[in-house]
């Protein structure tokens, strides 16, 4: 089969007749009949007819047109749109099989809204939208669901309304809560919440989700103290314990079990014990030292990143910095 050439002489929406101008010039090409239809596209099909294929397409741009509006609430020129519907629709066209038994309305809307919808989602971003399914099916469908449960598309959803939509789409309220304000647009937290004080506006009632700094102040004391702690207890471990754990945790980049192995001369189990039984003597010291409660299990191993992020000693400052 020949490939559909481009359609010439396709009505276009202007700027001078705008949308009731291209409605009313593509309602004056005629509807095909079932049989016209079939001959049409076996003309296409088997001789490549370009008269055929332009009385296909022309025929249907209503419903190419059609379905390009009901997209229209996704802020993109509807000239774009009807452009997209009308290259779907050619596509149908292209490969429409009329001895199927189906009329090619029926196989050109799926064409038609693939299309679109394609089109819809380039110009939106994968990153804004989401990549599944059901994301979406979400995007596509959240709209005409508003509309049905509150009455319209642009006002926020009620708790309830959102609980109905997830339930219908099978996807987590959450994610109709972030769709809906992705396609209602930004909001600028500079917009007066009362129209009879301009001066408050929606940023100056957000909370302050960072922590009081009385609580900041704790948490850098008790963040020195074990630190002060465990460069206390690394004094209790031999030469070869202090070692391991330097350049397990001190380091940059830690060494790896193999390669402490060959560094000491013992097998790669044998180094994990004693890297072990050294955080165990560590845990026990900084336990046994602190006044404050005494540290959960493992805390050790994080304070010793800290302390090595903190600090990064270097191996031969490890010693005199502990003893």
Do not use: C
């Amino acid at each position: 089969m020949t490939a559909l050439p481009a359609i010439a002489n396709l009505p276009t929406l202007s700027q001078e007749g705008g949308l009731a101008g291209y409605l009313a010039a593509i309602r004056k090409f005629p509807m095909l009949t079932a049989e016209q239809e079939a001959i049409y596209a076996r003309r296409w099909r088997e001789a490549g007819d370009r008269e055929a294929a332009y009385h296909l397409v022309t025929a249907h741009l209503r419903l190419a047109a059609k379905i390009a509006l009901k997209h229209r609430g996704y802020g993109l020129p509807l000239a774009d749109l009807i452009s997209e519907a009308n290259l779907g629709l050619m596509q149908a066209v292209k490969r429409f099989e009329p001895d199927t038994g189906f009329r090619l309305s029926t196989y050109a809307i799926w064409w038609i809204k693939a299309t679109v919808q394609e089109y819809v989602l380039r110009s939106w971003s994968l990153v804004k939208i989401g990549t599944t399914a059901a994301q979406k099916k979400l995007f596509f469908n959240l709209r005409r669901l508003k509309r049905k449960i509150a009455g319209t598309a642009d006002d926020a959803l009620s708790s309830e309304q959102v609980g109905l939509i997830a339930d219908e789409l099978k996807v987590t309220p959450q994610d109709v809560v972030e769709m809906d304000g992705r396609l209602r647009g930004d909001v600028s937290l500079n917009v007066p919440v009362d129209l009879r004080d301009a001066d408050a506006d929606m940023l100056d009632r957000l909370a302050d989700p960072s922590p009081d700094p009385e609580r900041l102040l704790a948490e850098a004391d008790d963040r020195a103290q074990l630190r002060a702690s465990i460069d206390r207890a690394l004094a209790v471990l031999s030469a070869r314990e202090r070692g391991i754990i330097e350049q397990r945790y001190l380091r940059d980049r830690p060494a790896t079990l193999d390669e402490l192995g060959r560094s000491f001369g013992v097998s790669r189990e044998r180094v994990r014990q004693i890297e072990q039984r050294a955080l165990q003597k560590l845990q026990t010291a900084v336990s046994a030292r602190g006044s404050r409660p005494q540290p959960a299990d493992g805390r050790v191993r994080p304070a010793l990143r800290r302390r090595r992020d903190a600090v990064r000693p270097g191996a031969a400052t490890v010693v005199a910095m502990t003893a």
